[in-house]
Nanobody, 117 residues
Framework: QVQLVESGGGLVQPGGSLRLSCVASGSMVRVYVLGWYRQAPGKQRELVAAVGSSGTTNYADSVKGRFTISRDNAKNTVSLQMNSPKPEDTAVYYC???????????WGQGTQVTVSS
């Protein structure tokens, strides 16, 4: 069993920066793919970014060049650095974990990110 606890959401101005963090607990966390999804009102949940156990990353086209995902295997954490956010990045952001790139088994409770001036 894996538990994921997010922190760092809030209100940020367009062009600003915000960092989301997630602490993962569980015996298999270090070999899992960890990531961030988001869900805006009326829209489906979508992948934002993911990072494998070796550091390989995958990003949604909409955030490439603006967001950076990283993980610290010693601390079992995964972070999302959001630079130059846009109003369309407003959503609830969920930390995720799973054994493969295509299988997400665990979710955090979600943290709201609002991009507005």
């Amino acid at each position: 069993q894996v538990q994921l606890v997010e922190s760092g959401g809030g209100l940020v101005q367009p062009g600003g920066s915000l960092r989301l963090s997630c602490v993962a607990s569980g015996s298999m966390v270090r070999v899992y793919v960890l990531g961030w999804y988001r869900q805006a009102p009326g829209k489906q949940r979508e992948l934002v970014a993911a990072v494998g156990s070796s550091g390989t990353t995958n990003y949604a086209d909409s955030v490439k060049g603006r967001f950076t995902i990283s993980r610290d295997n010693a601390k079992n954490t995964v972070s999302l650095q959001m630079n130059s956010p846009k109003p369309e990045d407003t959503a609830v952001y969920y930390c995720s974990g799973g054994p493969t790139w295509s299988l997400t088994q665990f979710w955090g409770q979600g943290t709201q990110v609002t991009v507005s001036s």
